[in-house]
Nanobody, 124 residues
């Protein structure tokens, strides 16, 4: 079992930066692929980024490559999403999720545990 709590969302201007954090509890955290997804009003939840348990492999949606960076600190049971050069289209509720199976890292259906989400608003 893994419990996830996101923080760090807020309001930022276009071009600004935010860092999201996801605090995890549960003994299996370090074995999970951790991912970030987002959902804007009226849209489906979409993959943003994922990172393997060692941090050795990272995956990004094309829309955020070069602007977002995912990282994790297993000693602190925390996953981060550094978001730079934010655009209005990045505005959404961002969710942290844990994938114990470590497969299909871009698919929300592969993630068993989800946080409550944190709102990111980007003003133009």
């Amino acid at each position: 079992q893994v419990q996830l709590v996101e923080s760090g969302g807020g309001l930022v201007q276009t071009g600004g930066s935010l860092r999201l954090s996801c605090a995890a509890s549960g003994r299996t955290f370090s074995r999970c692929v951790m991912g970030w997804f987002r959902q804007a009003p009226g849209k489906e939840r979409e993959f943003v980024a994922a990172i393997t348990w060692s941090g050795g492999n990272r995956y990004y949606a094309d829309s955020v490559k070069g602007r977002f960076t995912i990282s994790r600190d297993n000693a602190k049971n925390t996953v981060y999403l550094q978001m730079n050069s934010l655009k209005p289209e990045d505005a959404a509720v961002y969710y942290c999720a844990a994938n114990p199976s470590r497969v299909r890292v871009g698919s929300s259906s592969a993630y068993d545990y989800w946080g409550q989400g944190t709102q990111v608003t980007v003003s133009s």
